[in-house]
């Protein structure tokens, strides 16, 4: 596994924690949109379409990534992200950045 590797497992980790989060407060808007605002039935459908949509792009993120020794996959892993280390063959997959100094 190279740096570059490790890198892009940083990434994508981090990406795929933050979007969740995202995520999670576009749906609440939309709940509370729904909820409060006298939306028509298309824009209801649509919203909820939209929210579909994310949580699939959100899964298929989750589950795309694989261990670049093995090519276990990660998404099944770890509940989000990428996990510390690879289940299947032991590889370090994510090192804490404040370790880094040495
Ligand atoms: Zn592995």
Request: hydrophobic share 45%; glycine share 8%.
């Amino acid at each position: 596994m190279t740096e570059d590797d490790l890198k892009s497992l940083y990434r994508h980790h981090n990406a795929t924690i933050g979007l969740f989060v995202a995520f999670w407060l576009f749906f609440l808007v939309v709940i509370l949109l729904i909820e409060f605002f006298s939306l028509s039935k298309i824009t209801q459908d649509n919203l909820m379409g939209t929210v579909f949509g994310a949580a699939i792009v959100l899964c298929l993120l989750q589950f795309k990534k694989r261990c670049p020794d093995c090519g276990a996959n990660l998404g099944l892993q770890r509940r989000l992200g990428i996990p510390r280390k690879c289940a299947k063959c032991g590889a370090l997959l994510r090192k804490d950045p404040k370790m880094d100094g040495g």
